[in-house]
């Protein structure tokens, strides 16, 4: 068998082709996106650009707020607090890492909830818990997304989701349970990974390992997402190239539907991150009307 490719690319342009039109909806309002970086980092700023262009793409506005690499607690505190206050900024991004000196989860924490662009503030985890999410983590959103848009039915599915860390493997275990799906976590004290993945109709790979997932370990006909992004060195050219966690070319074989990597998961995470804005966005005007 060769698996359907799940086509992250053709997906993100369907959310952000949505994300456009609900925008437009909102003017002469235009929602704006701050991301915030600090210190000196190309592959961020290398994101950061990335960002900008899809959010161009969609009309949000977008800043990027670079700060000195020995920014002071206090100093991205008050930062953040600022950007809270101001009515022109609809959301904010924290890139992380943070340098060490700094705290990264706990400024993430400062970051207004309705604001909270990556959907990782306690609040909007604690709505994914309750079911009644407002924003939430992009990445899990994306793999939700990607499912939905393959037509692959959830209710009562055995699903495996390797990796449990907040942003991925946690939020997207529980938006899955939330369709009734049957999830087993797998992750870093995992005793017999490959007899649990054997298992999943659904396996999805979050942990940061290329060739982690061989096709020995996929049960046929399953759903592979690979979440997955790692740099390795390519033999053939001597540059180095982005793969995931799955060994892509042979479990393609045995999987009935895979996303690609790059190409897959990623894609529809910007897309995602565009939605909460325009989320967000919103969400602040139901407020303001009340
Ligand atoms: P993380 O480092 O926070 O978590 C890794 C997880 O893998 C942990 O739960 C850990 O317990 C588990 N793990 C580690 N080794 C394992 C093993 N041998 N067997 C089973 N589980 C193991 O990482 P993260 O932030 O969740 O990201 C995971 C991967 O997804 C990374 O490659 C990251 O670059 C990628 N990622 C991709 C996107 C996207 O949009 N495609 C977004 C976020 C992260």
């Not at 909007?124 to 983590?137: D, E, K, T, W």
């Not at 990796?163 to 797998?186: F, R, Y």
């Not at 997402?225 to 060994?247: A, L, M, Q, Y």
Request: glycine share 8%; net charge negative.
């Amino acid at each position: 068998m060769s698996a359907r490719i799940l086509d992250g690319v053709a997906i993100g342009e369907k959310v952000k082709s949505q994300v456009r039109e609900a925008v437009a909806a909102m003017k002469p309002r235009v929602p704006k996106l701050v991301a915030v970086l600090v210190g000196d980092n190309p592959g961020a700023r290398a994101y950061a650009k990335s960002q900008a262009k899809a959010c161009e793409e969609v009309g949000i506005a977008y800043e990027l707020r670079e700060l000195a690499e020995g920014i002071t607690e206090a100093d991205l505190v008050r930062e953040i607090t600022t950007l809270n206050t101001d009515p022109e900024v609809t959301a904010i991004l924290l890139t992380m890492p943070v340098p060490p000196h700094l705290d990264g989860r706990a400024a993430q924490r400062l970051i207004d909830p309705l604001k909270d662009a990556d959907g990782v503030h306690p609040v909007n985890l604690g709505g994914v818990v309750q079911g009644r999410r407002q924003l939430a983590p992009c990445t899990a959103l994306a793999v939700m997304e990607i499912l939905e848009s393959a037509e692959i039915p959830l209710k009562g599915a055995e699903v495996v989701m390797v990796g449990h860390s907040e942003i991925v493997g946690k939020p997207t275990a529980l938006l899955l349970l939330e369709q009734l799906a049957t999830v087993t976590v797998c992750h870093i004290g995992t005793v017999d990974l490959a007899a649990h993945t054997r298992r999943a109709e659904i396996l999805i790979v979050a942990v940061g390992k290329a060739g982690l997932i061989t096709a020995d370990m996929v049960r046929p006909g399953a759903v592979v997402i690979d979440v997955g992004i790692n740099r390795v060195p390519d033999p053939e050219t001597g540059k180095s190239r982005i793969v995931g966690d799955v060994d892509f070319g042979p479990v393609s074989e045995i999987a009935s539907a895979i996303t690609p990597v790059p190409g897959g998961v990623g894609a529809v995470t910007t897309a995602m991150l565009l939605r909460n804005v325009a989320e967000a966005a919103n969400l602040q005007e139901t407020l303001r009307r009340i």
